[in-house]
């Protein structure tokens, strides 16, 4: 089986969604083989593009049948909140975030996101800039 293979068929059809391809992997669980694909996009993933893009995978999966062990698939998305990458901080501007930093945890709308920095406007409408060097961890969140 070759997972780059079945991951450069399966982009096209997965990014025609509006999705891309977050991970792939082929595990073990439970003694059953789970061929899993988790999907994101900036924004969060609905239960229906989620059916969308399993049924496009297993269109694939039937027609090409790259396995030959037995496996049960899982498409998933990342979830609402989820660790997100600096460089990846682009796709999510106008979203709530948490961003740890060394000494500090900051919540607010990311407005600003640079190479070296990012900008977010807090529930009192102040604005801060954080410098990327100080930056441990960004998750996207859900305001309530």
């Known amino acids: ?9 399966c982009l096209p059809f ?15 669980e439970n003694d059953t083989n789970v061929l899993e694909f988790v999907l994101d996009k ?3 993933v609905d239960i229906e ?9 297993n269109e ?8 030959e062990e037995d496996y049960s698939l899982s ?12 460089d990846d901080l682009g796709f999510y501007l106008k979203e709530w975030v948490e961003v740890k930093t060394i000494d500090q945890l900051h919540t607010g709308e990311l407005i600003e996101a640079k190479s070296d920095s990012l900008a977010i406007k807090t529930t009192k409408n102040k604005k801060i800039k954080i410098n990327g060097n100080d930056v441990l961890s960004v998750r996207t969140i859900v305001k309530f």
């Open 75 to 86: 498409v998933t998305s990342r979830g609402v909140e989820k660790e997100v990458d600096f």
């Open 42 to 44: 900036k924004g969060f």
């Open 60 to 67: 694939y999966l039937d027609k090409e049948d790259p396995i």
């Open 14 to 28: 997965i990014e025609e969604l509006g999705l891309f391809l977050y991970s792939l992997d082929f595990k073990k």
């Open 1 to 9: 089986m070759d997972l780059n293979k079945i991951k450069n068929d």
């Open 49 to 57: 593009e989620i059916e969308k893009a399993t049924e496009k995978i």
